[in-house]
């Protein structure tokens, strides 16, 4: 009998190993993309753990050629049926303007036309200052963004229609999560925003 435990304990660990080769998805079928802030525990809010989900990790949580590419790969090859994506509330993607970090960036590397994404891949280079721009992706409604992220991958071509993609936003202050544009808080202090109560219609 301890054998047989034994036989399976070796069994899962080998399968563990060989996930790739095997063709053994995430546990979640998961794909996950969320901002890099150090303030947002993703696999917390989730409840996911190690084994559980591939996780992308940037500056905002937001769509970018290598999230394309790296979601491309788990949802086409990797069994991956399903992507988060997890934005939150003082995000730092909020905290300048786009002309003001191209001002500060242009002061300190020079030119900004002509600037390689990718030194591996010079065909990936932006020609002029406001392409840079939108390359940063500054943004300033954090519940707009989080709908955005999900209409960006929904329509691209390389992610496979019956993936299922949500998004949600972590609040900071709060420490959870909550979905677009249904703030709690604006709920709970403010009568014109309160849900009358049905006896009282
Ligand atoms: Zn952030």
């Known amino acids: 009998m301890v054998f047989e435990n034994l036989d399976e304990k070796i069994q899962n660990h080998t399968d563990w190993v060989l996930r790739r080769q095997r063709n053994i998805p995430n546990n979640r ?7 890099m802030d150090e303030r947002l525990p993703v696999e917390e809010a989730l ?21 394309i590419r790296s979601a491309m790969l788990t949802t086409n090859f990797f069994g991956t049926e399903e992507i988060i994506i997890v934005n939150h509330t003082e995000c730092g993607m909020m905290s300048a303007k786009t002309e003001t970090i191209l001002r500060a960036i242009e ?6 036309a002509q600037v390689s994404l990718d030194p591996a891949l ?10 840079f721009g939108r390359w940063v992706k500054m943004f300033d409604d954090v519940d707009r963004i989080a709908e955005t992220q999900v209409k960006l991958l929904r329509s691209h071509p390389l992610i496979p229609a019956h993936v299922t993609i949500h998004s949600y936003i972590y609040e900071i202050e709060t420490e959870r999560l909550r979905k677009p544009h249904e703030r709690l808080a604006e709920h709970v202090n403010d009568a014109r925003t309160m849900t009358e109560h049905p006896l009282l219609g």
């Not at 079928?29 to 901002?35: D, E, I, Q, Y």
């Not at 559980?52 to 940037?58: G, I, Q, Y």
């Not at 002061?107 to 900004?112: D, E, F, M, P, R």
């Not at 010079?122 to 392409?131: I, Q, S, V, W």
Request: glycine fraction near 12%.
């Open 29 to 35: 079928r998961l794909f996950v993309l969320a901002c």
């Open 47 to 67: 409840g996911i753990s190690l084994g559980d989900a591939h996780v992308f990790r940037n500056a905002g949580g937001l769509v970018t050629d290598d999230v």
């Open 107 to 112: 002061q300190k590397v020079g030119s900004l």
């Open 122 to 131: 010079p065909e990936l280079t932006l020609t002029d200052p406001l392409a």
